[in-house]
């Protein structure tokens, strides 16, 4: 199982508001070689982290599934998924900066490793209610590799204070 967050809080390059920036990174995510598309989450609007003066961000999840015999490197998949957000107009600088698409590797398979690029599981994933949210919706009896603890209980810890339900 692969899940990858995807979120948005400023217009596309070709003006497209985040929601449907978000749902044509879906498409783009679903053309990933190697995998084939499972499930998308209900899309969730959020408050910047840490809290600022911009745009509330559209959140979402999608779950991968590998293609039987296919290997799939995280450094390569990662650099597949900076491909999608450059493509998309992002632009890499500042962080926490707002941005027309980002998009984060949370799990690969349960592997985890600290090095090198990407840490897997994603570092900061179970500290955020507006990644755990989707990601419940795609993957609901979730436990985060090499620390045991369920998506639920997660999710239990975390301030889902500000975070709505856009669309199914």
């Known amino acids: 199982m692969i899940l990858i967050a995807i979120g948005a809080n400023l217009d596309g390059p070709d003006g497209a508001p985040p929601l449907d920036t978000c749902r044509a990174a879906v498409r783009a995510l679903a053309e990933l070689p190697g995998t084939r598309l499972a499930a998308v989450s209900r899309w969730y609007q959020?408050?910047?982290?840490?809290?600022?003066?911009?745009?509330?961000?559209?959140n979402g999840v999608v779950r991968l599934e590998r293609v039987p015999g296919a290997a799939i490197d995280?450094?390569?998949?990662?650099?597949?998924?900076?491909?999608?957000?450059?493509?998309?107009?992002?632009?890499?600088?500042?962080?926490?900066?707002?941005?027309?698409?980002?998009?984060?590797?949370?799990?690969?398979?349960?592997?985890?490793?600290?090095?090198?690029?990407?840490?897997?599981?994603?570092?900061?994933?179970?500290?955020?209610?507006?990644?755990?949210?989707?990601?419940?919706?795609?993957?609901p009896d979730w436990v985060r590799p090499g620390g045991g603890e369920t998506g639920r209980a997660l999710l239990a810890a975390t301030d889902r204070t500000g975070i709505v339900v856009l669309t199914a």
Do not use: C, M, W
């Open 46 to 58: 959020s408050k910047p982290v840490p809290p600022s003066g911009q745009p509330d961000y559209v």
């Open 74 to 139: 995280p450094a390569a998949l990662l650099a597949d998924l900076h491909a999608i957000e450059a493509r998309f107009g992002r632009r890499r600088g500042e962080i926490n900066a707002a941005r027309t698409l980002d998009l984060d590797l949370i799990d690969l398979d349960g592997i985890v490793r600290d090095t090198p690029d990407p840490v897997l599981p994603h570092p900061r994933a179970h500290l955020r209610a507006f990644v755990l949210l989707p990601l419940l919706d795609v993957a």
